[in-house]
Nanobody
Framework: QVQLVESGGGLVQAGGSLRLSCAAS????????MGWFRQAPGKERDFVAS????????YYADAVKGRFTISRDNNKNKVYLQMNSLKPEDTAVYYC???????????????????WGQGTQVTVSS
């Protein structure tokens, strides 16, 4: 399994932007489908975005479609989440996740991912 470490969270005003990064250890990152999930206080951990191992398939939750973009750099063992036009309802802890067995070609579920990071807090003020 890869080890995942998120960074880039913080406090931003509504309408602003943030770019989250997830750094993965290990030599097999390029075989992993990667995803981002988020969890607001008192709520379930929800899917945000995913990207297949070679980047050709992406999925987005309806709530972020058109505002967030997931990308990856397999040479750097990193996956990114560019978040634009942020809203207060985007406030949550954001988790990076990955799995080599999930091909990424169906709508992602939490159980499709076996490796998880510790999360990074994103707070959007109104």
């Amino acid at each position: 399994q890869v080890q995942l470490v998120e960074s880039g969270g913080g406090l931003v005003q509504a309408g602003g932007s943030l770019r989250l990064s997830c750094a993965a250890s290990g030599r097999t990152f390029s075989s992993y489908t990667m995803g981002w999930f988020r969890q607001a206080p008192g709520k379930e951990r929800d899917f945000v975005a995913s990207i297949s191992s070679n980047g050709d398939i992406t999925y987005y939750a309806d709530a972020v479609k058109g505002r967030f973009t997931i990308s990856r750099d397999n040479n750097k063992n990193k996956v990114y989440l560019q978040m634009n036009s942020l809203k207060p309802e985007d406030t949550a802890v954001y988790y990076c996740a990955g799995d080599p067995s999930y091909s990424g070609n169906w709508y992602p579920r939490r159980r499709d991912f076996g490796s998880w990071g510790q999360g990074t807090q994103v707070t959007v003020s109104s």
